[in-house]
């Protein structure tokens, strides 16, 4: 089945550094999402992509959607310790109405 | 962000006892999602609902019973449960089960079987 690999699996850095995620897969996706989940909570949207290339910005936060389909990244500038969680990257499936696929996880760890 | 509420937040329950899991959600969406997430994997999706029908089941054994009876609220039944079912249950909504409708996370239900 479809899967999406997401790296690294854990992060260790120091606040004001910068933060690099990414998610690959061998298949294809028309939708990109990232998530943010706390402890004991829900995953919140950070940001969504929906065209291949698609480069957008939230505050902080910068994700691409690669220009095959098939990856995303995530950055995080002059990282804050509020930025402690665990990252998700989700897929939507082509074809299949609703199918999120979700990466692994990245747990973001910031040491004022 | 309170788009998406789920209740209870915490739940414990024996293997034979019966329990029900309540989303609702306020955004006008029309799709609604049953994720299951465990430690150290990769949230799983359980079952889609688009206008109340559903229309994914992903192999999910039959003692979870969801159901919707509109469009603004889903609920996950509980029956006779094993303890490997303990994990955090999310539900989600999108305004449509499409291929670019972005999905909106509530807080969850975190459920340990004794």
């Known amino acids: 089945g479809q899967q999406l690999n997401q790296s690294p699996q854990s992060m260790f850095i120091q606040e004001g550094e910068d933060v690099s995620m990414n998610c690959t897969s061998s298949?294809?996706?028309?939708?990109w999402l990232w998530y943010k989940q706390d402890p004991g909570e829900g995953p919140v949207l950070l940001i969504a992509?929906?065209?291949?290339?698609e480069l957008t910005s939230n505050g902080r936060l910068t994700a691409q959607f690669g220009i095959t389909r098939k990856d995303s990244f995530l950055n995080i500038s002059a990282s804050i310790p509020s930025d402690v969680g665990i990252y998700f990257c989700?897929?939507?499936?082509?074809?299949?109405?609703?199918?999120?696929?979700f990466g692994q996880g990245t747990e973001l760890s910031v040491k004022p | 962000e309170t788009g998406v509420t789920q209740t209870p937040r915490h739940l414990v329950m024996g293997m034979t006892n019966k329990k029900s899991l309540k989303c609702e959600q306020h955004?006008?969406?029309?799709?609604m999602y049953w994720y299951k997430q465990s430690a150290k994997k990769p949230l799983e999706l359980m079952f889609v609902?688009?206008?109340?029908?559903?229309?994914e089941n992903n192999s999910v054994p039959s003692r979870f019973s969801p159901e919707c009876p509109n469009s603004s609220h889903l609920f996950l039944h509980l029956h006779t449960l094993q303890p490997e079912d303990s994990a955090l249950y999310l539900c989600?909504?999108?305004?449509?089960?499409?291929?670019?409708?972005?999905?909106?996370f509530g807080p969850g239900t975190r459920l340990l079987v004794l």
């Open positions: 989600a909504s999108s305004q449509a089960a499409g291929r670019q409708e972005t999905q909106y």
């Open positions: 298949s294809i996706f028309n939708t």
């Open positions: 992509l929906y065209k291949a290339g």
């Open positions: 989700a897929g939507l499936v082509y074809n299949q109405g609703g199918k999120l696929i």
């Open positions: 955004l006008g969406h029309n799709a």
């Open positions: 609902y688009s206008l109340e029908e559903r229309v």
